[in-house]
């Protein structure tokens, strides 16, 4: 049962992880929408990263989170061994 609970946690992580990611990819501006309790922002600012280049930043950042994300899961699902 505590293995079960482990790995539902990690899942619930992963995704609340990808959907930063996705929204910081998408729209930068909307991800600084995104409400108070959910994490992931730190000390990054609307003002210096929600356009511009600081935007452009943002989106590489949210970008390189998913490419982990996706190899991560590529490598433990689907690829032959």
Do not use: C, Q
């Not at 590489?60 to 490419?67: C, N, T, V």
């Amino acid at each position: 049962m505590l293995h079960l609970l482990g790995w539902v946690g990690i899942a619930v992580i992963v995704v609340v992880i990808a959907v930063n990611a996705a929204f910081m990819l998408i729209s930068p501006r909307a991800w600084f929408r995104l409400p108070e309790w959910f994490p992931g922002r730190g000390s990054m600012t609307e003002h210096k990263y929600g356009n511009g280049w600081g935007a452009v930043e943002t989106r590489i950042a949210g970008g390189m989170i998913l490419a982990v994300i996706l190899w991560a899961l590529y490598d433990a699902l689907l690829r032959p061994r």
